[in-house]
Structures are given as structure tokens and as C-alpha cells.
């Protein structure tokens, strides 16, 4: 049987026991906070990086469309020009064909407006022989009809519209004469022949044109005259 003296004894030793126990749990307790604050943060840190991760995915996607449509803008661009620089390299071909084309028809123009008096000269003196059949007229004759066929070959057309209705793109008027004879606004007499080269304008020809009596009304408008 234990004495009291025992059991007094033994009861501070079990108190300060469990004194000690509720030491250690505490002391546990708090060891564990900080682990598992440490832990939520991790947790915490965990989430905002897929949060930014996806932020700046969106922005790449945002900055990437916009990349295209620039692109897009400046290949629209850059069509436009190569269509534009297409389109007048082909006008200029065009240009320059055509260029070379009048050079050809008409590099002789110049030829032929010094030739003209020539031929009006040898015209002349036809007119001034009359039915003259010497030799000098003929010759005189045949210089003209040779010089009047080079020229022909050249593409030189003579205009000599005598009886012809007035044409003010290719006729002169020098005077109008009453001929109740002919139609009005017609060619009564050619004063120079004129000359085109291969269809061009080179000179008109100088004409006098008749007009109505003056008892007769005007069929249409008179041409004008040259003094």
C-alpha cells in the first residue's frame, strides 16, 4: 500500500509532464504556421503566374494581329505601286511605239516642204510652154512628173481639188467668186497645190471658191478668205 508521503511525491512529476506536453504541442503549432503560410504563398505565387502567363499570351495574339494587318496594309501597298508602274511602262511602250512609228512616217516632212517649191517651180514653167513639144518642154515635163512620183513613193499626196466641194481641213480660200455655173462652196481654181504626207496636213492648198449670185440666197455658210 503507498503512503501518502509517495503519492505526494508523484503527483508534481505527472503535472509538470503535462506541462511539458502542452509546451511541445504549442511549440509544434507555431512551427507548422509559418510552413504552412509559406505554403499558401507558394500557392498564391502559383496562380498569379498562369493569371500573367495568359496575360501575356493574349497580348502576343494582340500584338500579332496587329503585325498582320500592317502587313496586309503594306503588300496592298506595294500591289498598288507594282500595278501603277506596270500600267505606265506599258503606256510608255505604247508611246514610244508610236514615237517611232511617226518617225518613220513622217521623218521626211521636212524634206518634203523644201521639195514643194521645186515642184510648183517646175509647174510653172509647164504652164509657160504651153503645147510647146521642144525638147527643153518636154524635159521640163518629164522632171516634173519624175519628181511628182519620188515624192509618191515617199507617201507625199498632192492635193489638187479643182471642182471639189470646199474642205476647210485641207483648203485655203484665197477669194470668192460668183459662178452660177457651179455648186457654191465649191473649187474653182486652184492659186497652189497643196500636200499631205501619209495622210498628215503638210500645207493646204491655196483655192478660190465660188459663191452664189447675188440674186440667189446662200446654201451655207461662206468659207473665209485670205487677203
Known amino acids: 500500500m503507498a503512503l501518502p508521503e509517495d503519492e505526494a511525491k508523484q ?28 505554403s499558401e504563398q507558394i500557392e498564391a505565387d502559383n496562380g498569379d503566374g498562369s493569371s500573367g502567363q495568359q496575360g501575356t499570351d493574349d497580348e502576343l495574339e494582340l500584338l500579332g494581329d496587329e503585325a498582320l494587318a500592317t502587313a496586309l496594309l503594306e503588300v496592298e501597298k506595294f500591289r ?17 511605239a508610236r514615237d517611232v512609228e511617226n518617225a518613220h512616217k513622217f521623218g521626211v516632212e521636212k524634206f518634203v516642204q523644201n521639195m514643194l517649191p521645186v515642184v510648183d517651180s517646175l509647174e510653172k514653167a509647164i504652164e509657160s510652154t504651153g503645147d510647146n513639144a521642144d525638147a527643153i518642154a518636154q524635159g521640163v515635163r518629164l522632171c516634173h512628173k519624175l519628181m511628182v512620183d519620188t515624192l509618191n513613193k515617199e507617201g507625199v499626196e498632192i492635193i ?47 483655192v478660190m471658191v465660188t459663191k452664189a449670185p447675188a440674186d440667189q440666197a446662200p446654201v451655207g455658210p461662206a468659207p473665209e478668205t485670205t487677203e
Do not use: Y
Not at 504541442?25 to 510552413?35: D, H, I, L, M
Not at 500595278?83 to 511602250?93: C, D, F, S
Open 160 to 206: 489638187d481639188p479643182v471642182g471639189e466641194p470646199f474642205d476647210p481641213n485641207e483648203h485655203q480660200a484665197m477669194s470668192m467668186v460668183e459662178n452660177p455655173d457651179m455648186e457654191p462652196n465649191s473649187v474653182l481654181a486652184v492659186v497652189q497645190k497643196g500636200c499631205k504626207l501619209n495622210g498628215r496636213l503638210v500645207r493646204p492648198a491655196m
Open 80 to 96: 498598288d505601286l507594282a500595278l501603277r508602274a506596270e500600267a505606265e511602262m506599258q503606256n510608255l511602250q505604247r508611246r514610244t
Open 11 to 38: 503527483t508534481p512529476e505527472s503535472g509538470e509532464e503535462t506541462f511539458e506536453n502542452e509546451a511541445l504541442k504549442q511549440e509544434a503549432s507555431e512551427q507548422e504556421t509559418p510552413e504552412q503560410e509559406a
